[in-house]
């Protein structure tokens, strides 16, 4: 389907290849393995000599392989992984001409058929794979039609526009599921899961259908969408559970318990209206609309992580419904090994209904009791100097690693290093936008007490106003400008805080915004990213005038419109994040989860401003663009400090989400999310920028590891235990007591090995 919009041709090849993929997946269970899919659309199967009978994948999209061993992470060792000569070799077979992929196809030696006589093998058919039913597409449509008879529930490959734009994905990747379903209840999803399996029908459950690769809206698939489901009046909070936490002195002050077809935003805005008062901290990402189901089960990364820890940390107990329609719960003391895979593990042992979230209450702070609690978004950038070069390098481990967390955990955010010109030379600016737990004037004190703000090694650099959506203010509190840069500052009372700049106007090192609660901090901070960045009109269902569609007054949105890079027209974005109205309006519209802010886009408004198509035309394109993104991402562990110096010297690098203090306190086993002992994820935009950074930890001697939310394209040989680590296994053999019959199988979701 390469160069067509054929609806139709393209659902059947999608079709076909998902049957392939059917029989991929048999021929992977006589091994215990699974070759998925190929990117390039074919499938194809190769014995490895050196394991006779094992099934591989040529033509990685990564240049890692490990024969599917699982390994240790925590070591430094490349014994599991090809030379570099031998991933260059791989690189160059797999262009064809004028740089275009080709598969490759090996002379296939004669597949051994097992029997039950074969002890080698196991075709005993113990997981049901050999009882799959046949698939009856006909019976299927007929099921749902009859089961949802309102026509904004059902979509099927004939039904135009209204299938196009339903299969269309937040990343646009392009899928051609055999339905999609919206279900309204637990009811309604346990009569789409019958209809799906009764006829030999795989199924996808969808939550926020962000993810990169767009497995959620897999070919072939009956698509179960979530989204319908989160009803957060129906939010169940409990107040009298209460608990600690992970860091010492921290405490869980309740729970919500909502369904999983909510939201980062709705989440956040829920915390917000019931935990308020308490200072309470949702964890959440930082893109409002990805779903809550699938950010926790691959890991779950928010602002205020190093604090809370990570998603698999938060959940207290999950309600799944099985491929057999059974509702089971999963906690401590329920299904206890269920519970264990499904924080972290990536899914596939059933579809999550609901789940019951802990909320931590946010550190003590100085002055609360007079003031009340602060939650503060600043920038900073650190210039590393070269006279103490390795020194500043190893500094900025230490702080991420050995200092005290119950400091260093009340910053959360992101961090970036890249190279700048200083005269003639180059060297590297550590630069960070953070939201910390307190007030702007704690922040400065806690820098300077953990060592980064130290004079000797670092060269305080004040940011930039670029993309920060607060006019010339550089001190804000409470949405009161305290000084800008047209506007000098007055002396404060803790030393250090400012320094002298061109025109002796006296800056604050960070430019703080600081607010009286967490979720006005945390909306602030989607403000001046994700939501109104002109060129992101897919990470909401903005109509292109966002005074609109929060309504507010439209004198509070910029006169005129920019330019959005992704669709080529024109948007309307709120002047200041700083302004309370767009800030409460953006609360009112997380809390609702039928609003814009909620959904992926683009929208059919910023759609019908694309001239000379037709809506359904337009849809076909954009769907048509069809390449799965990015190139997954991996987690940094401590390196050696001259190996680190070397890398932040050589690289320009961004690390979109910190995972240092609470998330590193907690035993590796505790979950089967495997990397406690990584602070830093990095997020790779192409496989070129992928292959380089991995193939420096592999020559530095250490092992890459992936995050399973930030999928790389399928076809990466050892994915398994690239996001896993050895825990793999372990979930395969839990997949195979949940999900026998593969109801919930799909590309890089671990198989169903049985005994």
């Not at 103490?388 to 200092?403: L, N, P, T």
Request: glycine share 10%.
């Amino acid at each position: 389907n390469e160069h067509t919009h054929d609806t139709d041709t393209a659902w059947l090849l999608a079709t076909s290849q998902a049957l392939l993929s059917n029989i991929d997946a048999v021929l992977g269970h006589q091994q215990g393995q699974n070759a998925h899919e190929d990117n390039a659309g074919g499938v194809q199967f190769v014995i490895n000599e050196k394991k006779s009978g094992e099934l591989v994948r040529i033509g990685s999209h990564l240049p890692i392989h490990d024969g599917f061993e699982g390994g240790d992470s925590s070591s430094k060792t490349t014994s599991n992984y090809k030379t570099n000569e031998s991933w260059s070799h791989e690189r160059r077979n797999m262009k064809g001409e004028k740089g275009e992929r080709k598969l490759r196809f090996k002379k296939v030696s004669k597949i051994r058929k097992s029997t039950k006589k074969d002890k080698g093998t196991s075709q005993e058919c113990n997981t049901n794979y050999c009882e799959a039913k046949p698939i009856n597409l006909g019976s299927m449509k007929a099921c749902l039609k009859d089961t949802f008879q309102h026509l904004s529930s059902v979509y099927f490959h004939t039904d135009g526009d209204g299938y196009t734009q339903a299969r269309h994905t937040a990343n646009w990747v392009n899928r051609f599921p055999a339905a999609i379903v919206y279900a309204e209840n637990v009811k309604e999803v346990k009569a789409a899961m019958a209809c799906a399996v009764d006829n030999g029908y795989q199924i996808s459950a969808r939550g926020g259908n962000h993810s990169s690769q767009g497995l959620g809206t897999m070919d072939g698939h009956v698509v179960i969408d979530m989204g319908r489901t989160c009803k957060p009046d129906e939010f169940e909070i409990n107040k009298d559970d209460q608990g600690p936490h992970i860091l010492e002195g921290s405490m869980y002050i309740g729970t919500m318990k909502g369904q999983a077809g909510c939201t980062n935003a709705v989440m956040l805005a829920m915390g917000h209206k019931h935990f308020k008062e308490e200072g309470g901290l949702t964890l959440t990402g930082a893109c409002p609309s990805v779903g809550i189901t699938g950010f926790v089960l691959g890991g779950g990364f928010g602002h205020v992580s190093p604090y809370v820890g990570y998603g698999v940390d938060i959940v207290k107990e999950f309600q799944i419904l099985l491929y057999n329609g059974t509702t089971v719960k999963a906690s401590e003391d329920e299904n206890a090994d269920l519970y264990w895979a499904s924080r972290g593990g990536g899914g596939g042992n059933g579809i999550i209904t609901h789940m019951t979230y802990k909320v931590v209450q946010a550190p003590k702070q100085e002055n609360e009791k007079s003031q009340g609690k602060k939650f503060t978004i600043f920038r900073m950038g650190l210039l590393l100097k070269e006279d103490s070069f390795e020194k500043g390098a190893a500094r900025i481990q230490e702080w991420f690693y050995d200092a005290d967390p119950l400091i260093t955990g009340k910053f959360g955010g992101a961090l970036a290093w890249k190279q700048v010109p200083i005269g003639e030379l180059m060297t590297t600016m550590a630069y960070g936008s953070f939201l910390y737990l307190g007030s702007w004037r704690e922040a400065i004190k806690d820098l300077q007490t953990t060592g980064l703000f130290d004079e000797e090694l670092f060269d305080i650099v004040p940011p930039t106003h670029e993309n920060f959506r607060v006019g010339d203010a550089i001190l804000v509190e409470n949405y009161e400008v305290i000084c800008s840069t047209s506007s000098p500052c007055s002396e404060f009372e803790t030393p250090g805080t400012f320094h002298e700049q061109p025109g002796a106007v006296k800056v604050p090192y960070i430019y703080p915004v600081q607010f009286d609660t967490y979720a006005e901090a945390q909306v602030f901070n989607i403000c001046n990213t994700n939501l109104f960045q002109i060129y992101d009109t897919s990470w909401s269902r903005t109509t292109g005038d966002f005074c609109k569609d929060l309504g507010i007054d439209d004198d509070k949105c910029e006169d005129e419109p920019k330019m959005s890079s992704l669709m080529g027209v024109d948007v309307r974005i709120p002047k200041l994040c700083t302004d309370k109205a767009v800030i409460d309006a953006l609360l009112k519209a997380s809390g609702d989860p039928s609003s814009f802010i909620n959904s992926h886009g683009p929208s059919p408004e910023l759609y019908a401003k694309v001239p000379g198509m037709t809506f359904g035309e337009k849809l076909k394109v954009v769907a048509g663009f069809g390449k799965p993104s990015g190139a997954g991402a991996s987690m940094l562990p401590r390196f050696d400090d001259k190996f680190f110096a070397e890398l932040i010297k050589t690289t320009n690098v961004s690390l979109p989400h910190l995972q240092h203090g609470a998330g590193l306190q907690v035993h590796a086993d505790e979950t089967a999310y495997p990397w406690r002992n990584a602070a830093f994820l990095i997020s790779y935009d192409s496989i070129d920028k992928a292959n380089d950074f991995l193939g420096r930890l592999l020559e530095g001697g250490y092992t890459p590891q992936g995050y399973y939310n930030y999928l790389n394209p399928h076809g990466m040989l050892n994915w398994r235990s690239y996001f896993f680590g050895d825990k793999w296994r372990k979930l395969a053999e839990i997949r195979a007591k949940y999900d026998p019959t593969d109801v919930f199988g799909k590309p890089l979701t671990i198989e169903s090995i049985g005994e």
